[in-house]
């Protein structure tokens, strides 16, 4: 990952983001630290007054797999689409634990071009936390290898309240 640059409303310099407009007066949770191997990093930013509603970057800091890369490549090189279960099956590393039907129930799970770049969406609840997701996950070098992910997260109660906010700030970013 590169250098990240925050000021109260923007967003610079993070992974393939060069640019971001952050919700108006959320700010930045507390760091996370990883030890071991890769190069994990995890930032989050939230509404001050409900924390628990946020925008999240997530770089997990190791390579998938080379089938699930290939897989993930060959989605995203097909035109915008809902994917079909064959393809959600061999994208389970890719997506985590959204490919996990006992931890996440899916709602929606796409391909769609975001601001010049092709992205896979994912939409869903943890009923186990009670709280909703809408997730993109981004082949970060072209190899399929690289996931970088971008996700609001927020409880049931919470979710539209925020969901503007967040689709706006999505939709500003501006790719490297």
Same mark, same amino acid.
């Given at each position: ?6 000021? #109260? ?14 919700? #108006?007066?959320?700010? &930045? ?6 030890? +071991?191997?890769?190069? @994990? $990093?995890?930032?989050?930013?939230? $509404?001050?007054?409900?924390? %628990?509603?946020? =925008?999240?970057?997530? *770089? ?6 080379? &089938?699930? #890369?290939?897989?993930?490549? %060959? ?8 994917? !079909? ?6 994208? $389970?590393?890719?997506? @985590?634990? @959204? ?8 709602? !929606?799970? @796409?391909? &769609? /071009? ?5 992205? =896979?969406?994912? %939409? +869903?609840?943890? /009923? ?13 070098? +072209? ?7 971008? *996700? *609001?997260? #927020? ?9 503007? &906010?967040?689709? %706006? ?8």
């Amino acid at each position: 990952m590169t250098d990240v640059k925050t000021s #109260a409303s923007r967003l610079s310099n993070h992974g393939q983001i060069a640019s971001m407009d952050l919700p #108006a007066g959320w700010v &930045e949770g507390p760091a996370r630290t990883y030890t +071991g191997a890769g190069t @994990r $990093s995890f930032r989050a930013f939230h $509404s001050p007054d409900i924390p %628990e509603a946020k =925008l999240c970057f997530y *770089y997990r800091g190791l390579p998938v797999q080379p &089938e699930s #890369a290939q897989t993930f490549r %060959e989605v995203l090189g097909k035109p915008p689409h809902m994917l !079909d279960e064959s393809e959600i099956s061999a994208l $389970s590393e890719v997506l @985590r634990d @959204r490919g996990n039907s006992e931890q996440f129930q899916m709602r !929606d799970i @796409r391909t &769609e /071009d975001l601001n010049g770049r092709r992205v =896979l969406v994912v %939409e +869903g609840t943890y /009923d186990k936390i009670q709280q909703d997701t809408y997730a993109l996950c981004i082949d970060a070098d +072209g190899s399929g290898r690289f996931v970088q992910e971008i *996700y *609001y997260l #927020a409880p049931f109660i919470d979710f539209v309240s925020f969901k503007a &906010e967040a689709d %706006e700030a999505i939709k500003s970013i501006a790719w490297k």
